[in-house]
């Protein structure tokens, strides 16, 4: 837990984070320019009505682009047990999430690969 001079600057911090965010909102709520027209205030659920009748395929790249960054993402988070584990459980436990990540890149690599040749 924190203590003393270590909690006072702690909330010292918090409150220049919160001000900082407030007054960088507000500052953009004064500063950005107001027009409204009829395309922004019409509902529509899909995005902006379609310019062409015939719909444009979704770049697979991108998904795999996504995924690829939640598996970095995971293998770091997890890759701390590696170094901050104590026990042989823990080590065990980021040996096997290391290898379903290892799977998992494998496969997201083949899917793009096969993506692009198609």
């Not at 918090?14 to 900082?20: D, F, M, S």
């Not at 500052?27 to 444009?56: I, M, Q």
């Not at 993402?73 to 290892?102: C, E, H, K, N, P």
């Amino acid at each position: 837990m924190l203590e003393g001079e270590n909690m006072e600057t702690f909330l010292i911090y918090l409150a220049g984070v919160t001000l900082a965010v407030f007054l960088l909102y507000f500052l953009g709520v004064a500063l950005a320019p107001y027009r409204p027209d009829s395309v922004k205030n019409d509902h529509f659920e899909c995005g902006l009505p379609a310019s062409s009748s015939v719909p444009k395929k979704a770049n697979f790249g991108f998904f795999v682009y996504a995924i690829m960054f939640i598996v970095a993402d995971m293998t770091g988070l997890f890759f701390t047990l590696f170094v901050y584990g104590q026990s042989r459980y823990a080590s065990l436990m980021a040996s096997f999430f290391a290898l379903i990540m290892a799977v998992a890149i494998t496969i997201a690599m083949k899917e793009h690969r096969y993506a692009e040749n198609s």
